[in-house]
């Protein structure tokens, strides 16, 4: 907050963004709230009346939502806040704009970890106290779907609202009008750029909140499961690696800084620095902080935690090469924007399904070390501890990974700054380098959250399996195993529900891209002096659209999630749950990967002939090849931002829920 924030005239596009950004979580908000409400009446209901809930479960509910919703306001208030000041930074250079906007990021990742740690830490000794230990599963899970629900929300609001502005803005900005991105003259131009945080800042943190918390909690309760044998040590493990991680993660994000005129390889390398640094120094002190804490298999619970960390940075890597334009995947999808579109389109299709098999191989490598290194084989209870805590690890550098991803938008806010404040030409290449890398990251950070998304669902369907094993409901007069038939049924409803959720976005972003693009044609026809610069857009009413129609359509694929676990729990029973838990997580993990990476390539694509570097080879702005890689990039807006992601969310909230109602 130090750094200027510029002229008068970059003063005000953040403050109209700041204003945009506000408004729709304000309303957002409101339609969460009367959905906790219901919800929580449910959970009075259930605990108060028929005492079939621990009275303690609708507090944990209301608390997990309500911490979840407060990190992603505080988070997009930093990033709104940093945007000009990102902009006036690049004025100096290069290093000083990354500092800015990279550690403005950083306040959203060490807002999520504070939070999270704080929230659990502070509620769980005093259930230790008063509450029968097996219960504490379902008081930490009731939590965990708190956080879910509100992450759901904002993650399919936020990527509705983001996708419909950015779409609009560029079919008929970009592509029919044939001005530059970022144009004052494009009424939906602050309306894309509000939709950049509410998306990529507050749906993203509540969704990595959820993730976080999520992984601690299932594998502390898989620790109260062994209680009776081991003490509190299992269950305080995870936490205490949590904590660990905060620490090294402040340390990581100032090591991150570069040179002026770096490449886009240098000012990853530089983030990576971080990021990797973060992790050896996990490694290096959990080690010491597990034997203090005594368990007697320290080094295979040490291993796991090691496997997560590896994952998470394989992950990570592999995203950076199928999503960065300095590899040959994305480049060869601007190479096919030489035949148009529709061959744009088959390529960056190809390369999403092709960079699934890189993150599966590593979670299903993952999954086998953490289960099996504990003693997974001859004690199964020790196995699942291992695949949480696992999860921990990946997660535990969350307070640097995610300020790479919430960077993102933050320097794409900078980049419209400059554009529409007509700064210098070097002020806007500036910012378009942070841009580009921004773009990479967020989809780095994508990839990590999917692959911890899949760990953490892994952890939170084990939980509900001890639940069961520990008579919230006897499975003795039933055996999954050998009634395969409704877990058949489960595992087929739970892939086709991916599926259909993702419908559901997509054609909720068609819908409101549809009412934006009417929006700017109209105002185009109406006020033939915008394109002049005569005469300026009306920016509040394209807020307005994107605002009620994200309301309006998340409402659908959010309550899809809550209703049909426990319809099918109530129609199949468990055997049907743990199919459909089981079907929706492959599924769902697969989808969401080939969907974020493929928007991703698409996006990048389109920003390397921007940068007309290989004019020659591949085309330059405003080419017939650039127009192509721009329909590549608007059918990718929706994949990378909105089902993509949406899609971690489901595969954890349908175990959450699932878990939760198990005592009903």
């Known amino acids: 907050m130090k750094q200027d924030e510029g002229n008068e005239t970059m003063r005000e596009i953040a403050q109209s963004v700041r204003e945009g950004a506000m408004a729709y979580l304000r309303q957002q908000y409101k339609v969460v709230g009367i959905v906790f409400a219901v919800l929580c009446l449910i959970f009075i209901f259930m605990a108060f009346v028929l005492d079939a809930q621990n009275k303690v479960v609708p507090f944990a509910f209301l608390t997990g939502g309500f911490f979840s919703g407060l990190c992603g306001f505080l988070g997009m208030k930093t990033a709104t806040n940093a945007s000009a ?34 929230d659990i830490t502070g509620i769980l000794p005093g259930f230790l106290e008063v509450n029968p230990l ?25 990527g509705i609202y983001t996708k419909a502005a950015d779409v609009g803005a560029d079919l008929v900005g970009k592509v029919e009008a044939g001005i530059p991105e970022d144009d004052p003259r494009n009424p939906a131009v602050i309306a894309d750029n509000v939709g950049d945080n509410v998306g990529d800042v507050a749906g993203m943190g509540a969704d990595l909140y959820e993730s976080y918390a999520g992984s601690i909690l299932a594998t502390a309760a898989l620790g109260v499961a062994a209680i009776a044998a081991r003490d509190l040590k299992y269950l305080s493990a995870p936490m205490i690696i949590a904590g660990i991680g905060v620490i090294l993660s402040i340390l990581g994000i100032y090591m991150v800084r570069t040179k002026e005129g770096a490449t886009m390889k240098q000012l990853m390398g530089s983030l990576n620095f ?9 490694a290096v002190v959990s080690l010491p902080l597990l034997m203090y804490l ?7 619970i040490w291993g796991a935690i090691i496997t997560g960390l590896v994952a998470g940075l394989i992950i990570g890597k592999s995203t950076e090469v199928f999503t960065s334009h300095d590899y040959s995947p994305t480049r060869a999808i601007a190479k096919q924007a ?49 695949v949480g805590i696992a999860a921990v690890g990946m997660l535990a550098t969350l307070g640097i990974t995610l300020a790479t991803d919430a960077y993102g938008p933050i320097a794409d806010n900078a980049g419209g700054n400059a554009e529409m404040a007509k700064l210098d030409k070097s002020v806007r290449e500036r910012t378009d380098q942070l841009d580009a890398l921004g773009n990479t990251t967020a989809a780095t950070g994508k990839g990590f ?11 939170l369907l084990a939980a509900y399996l001890e639940e069961i094993r520990y008579g919230l409901i006897h499975l003795a007069h039933k055996d999954t195993l050998i009634i395969p038939g409704e877990v058949l049924i489960g595992l087929f409803m739970g892939a086709a529900m991916a599926f259909y959720f993702c419908a559901l976005t997509m054609k909720a972003v068609g819908r409101s891209a549809g009412a934006m693009v009417e929006e700017v044609r109209r105002q185009f026809r109406e006020k033939p002096g915008i394109m002049r610069g005569e005469e300026k857009p009306d920016y509040a009413r394209c807020v307005e659209i994107s605002t009620v129609g ?53 996006d990048n694509a389109k920003k390397f002939i921007e940068e007309g570097k290989h004019k020659d080879e591949y085309g330059e702005k405003g080419s017939e090849q ?33 878990s939760c109602s198990l005592v009903s």
């Open 85 to 118: 000041r990102t902009t006036s930074a690049a004025m100096q250079g290069l290093n000083a704009a990354l500092k800015v906007s990279f550690r403005a990021g950083a306040v959203m990742g060490l807002i999520v970890v504070g939070f999270a740690l704080l």
């Open 550 to 602: 994200a309301q309006r359509e998340m409402i659908l694929p959010s309550l899809i999630a809550l209703v049909v676990p426990v319809a099918v729990g109530l129609i199949f029973d468990v055997a049907g749950v743990l199919g459909l838990l089981a079907g929706g997580l492959t599924t769902g993990f697969v989808l969401a990967i080939m969907m974020a990476n493929a928007g991703g390539a698409w």
């Open 294 to 300: 005594g368990l007697p298999n320290v080094w295979q």
């Open 274 to 282: 971080g990021i990797n640094g973060s992790a050896v120094g996990i």
């Open 338 to 386: 030489q035949t148009g579109p529709a061959t744009v389109i088959i390529e960056g299709i190809a390369v999403g399904m092709e960079s699934t098999a890189i993150p599966v191989i590593t979670i299903a490598v993952a999954v086998a070390i953490s289960y099996y290194l504990p003693g997974g084989a001859s004690e199964p209870l020790m196995g699942l501890y291992g």
């Open 134 to 158: 097996p219960q504490i599963t379902v008081i930490m899970l009731s939590f965990g779907m708190g956080a879910s629900t509100q992450a759901l929300f904002a993650r399919v609001g936020g």
């Open 626 to 658: 650039h127009k192509a890689t721009i329909v590549g990039d608007t059918v990718g807006d929706p994949f990378k931002d909105t089902s993509g992601p949406s899609l971690n969310i489901l595969i954890k909230l349908m175990s959450m829920v699932s």
């Open 449 to 459: 959250a999917i692959g911890s998304a899949a760990l953490t669902a892994l952890a």
